[in-house]
Each structure stands twice: as C-alpha cells, then as structure tokens.
C-alpha cells in the first residue's frame, strides 16, 4: 500500500521540526542546509512547512531556541 502524499509530506515536515529542534542552539540551518539534508528544494521546504505547520521555519527555530537542554547541530 502507497502512503499518502500528504501523509509523507507531513512526516517530511515533523522531521525537519525535530531537526531544528536539536539545532536549537546553534545558528540557523537556513533553508539550504536543511533542503540538502532532507534532499528537497529550499522553496519546498518553506511551502509544506508554513501548510503544514502554519509557521515558517526561523518561527519554529526562534521557540525552540528559549528552550532549555537543547542539543547543538
């Protein structure tokens, strides 16, 4: 059985949540870092993310970066 597009498109999304999330503390991964470590598009990236999340990305960074115990990149 296929997973659903949308289905694997929020999973792609959760992971580059939890990615950023362990980068917490560290500078940005800014969206070119993060399309090559997920091998997608920058602008891919940006778009399912704000669907998916309704937030961009460097929204996220900046909550999870007040955080306490998070890991560096």
């Known amino acids: 059985?296929?997973?659903?597009?949308?289905?694997?498109?929020?999973?792609?999304v959760e992971r580059?949540?939890?990615?950023i999330d362990n980068c917490a503390e560290?500078?940005?991964p800014d969206?070119?870092?993060?399309?090559e470590a997920f091998?997608?598009?920058?602008?891919?990236?940006?778009n399912v993310f704000k669907k998916v999340r309704d937030e961009?990305?460097?929204d996220l960074h900046r909550q999870t970066q007040a955080g306490p115990g998070q890991k560096r990149c």
């Open 1 to 12: 059985m296929k997973t659903a597009p949308k289905a694997k498109t929020e999973k792609l």
């Open 16 to 19: 580059i949540a939890a990615y």
């Open 26 to 28: 560290s500078e940005f």
């Open 31 to 35: 969206l070119t870092v993060l399309s």
């Open 39 to 46: 091998g997608v598009t920058p602008q891919y990236i940006s």
């Open 56 to 58: 961009n990305v460097k």
